[in-house]
C-alpha cells in the first residue's frame, strides 16, 4: 500500500515537474526582436500601418490589422475577448510565429506586447519601421468574421488589475514588449 501511494506520488510530482518545465520553455523567447523580416521567412505576417499604406504595399502574405482597431487614444485597449476574436479574422490561432511590422517601433511592440498577453506562442517584432519597396505586394484587410478561433491560452499571469498586487508595473505595452524580450520575468502590465 505505502509502494503504491509513494510511486502515485512520484508520478504526480514528475508530471508538474515536466509540465511546469514545458511552460517556462515555451514561453521563453515568446516574444523577440528581430533587424529584418528575412530572418521569420516562415511566419504570419500582421502589418499595424494604417488600412491603405498596407493596402498599397506590404510583404507578401501580410494581413493588415491597424493599431487603431486594437488601441484607440481615448477608450484606451480593446477587451481581451475582442482582441482574440479580432486576432482570429487575420486568421492567428495562436499556435504560429507571428512577425509584426509598422510604421514606427512604438506601435510594433505595443500590438506585439496585446499579441504576447493575448496567448500567440511566438512573436517577432521588426526593430525598425517598415520600408516597403515599389514592388511589394499590397497587404490583405481583416475579414468580417473570424477565419479561425485563436485558442492558445492568455498570458494573463502577465497582468496586474492594482498596484496592490505586486510585480513590476508597466503602464503601457510598449515598455512591456521591452521588458519581455529582455527575459524580465517579473515584468507585468498593470491595466487602468
Known amino acids: ?106 506601435d510594433v511592440r505595443t500590438v506585439g506586447a496585446l499579441l504576447y498577453l493575448a496567448g500567440q506562442r511566438r512573436v517577432r517584432l521588426l526593430d525598425k519601421p517598415f520600408a516597403p519597396q515599389s514592388d511589394d505586394p499590397g497587404g490583405v484587410a481583416r475579414s468580417l468574421s473570424r477565419e479561425v478561433v485563436f485558442t492558445e491560452p492568455m498570458r494573463d499571469k502577465r497582468l496586474l488589475i492594482n498596484r496592490q498586487s505586486g510585480g513590476a508595473p508597466y503602464t503601457d505595452l510598449a515598455s512591456f514588449a521591452e521588458a519581455v524580450e529582455r527575459g524580465d520575468k517579473e515584468a507585468r502590465l498593470l491595466l487602468p
Open 1 to 106: 500500500m505505502i509502494r503504491r501511494a509513494l510511486s502515485f506520488a512520484l508520478v504526480c510530482w514528475a508530471a508538474l515537474s515536466w509540465s511546469a518545465v514545458a511552460t517556462a520553455r515555451e514561453d521563453h523567447g515568446a516574444l523577440t526582436f528581430v533587424a529584418h523580416e528575412a530572418e521569420v521567412a516562415d511566419a504570419h505576417v500582421i502589418d499595424v500601418r494604417d488600412l491603405q499604406s498596407c493596402a498599397q504595399a506590404s510583404l507578401p502574405g501580410a494581413r493588415c490589422l491597424p493599431i487603431r482597431s486594437l488601441v484607440s487614444p481615448t477608450d484606451g485597449l480593446v477587451g481581451f475577448h475582442a482582441l482574440r476574436w479580432l486576432l482570429g479574422t487575420v486568421g492567428l490561432s495562436g499556435a504560429q510565429t507571428v512577425l509584426v511590422i509598422g510604421a514606427n517601433a512604438r
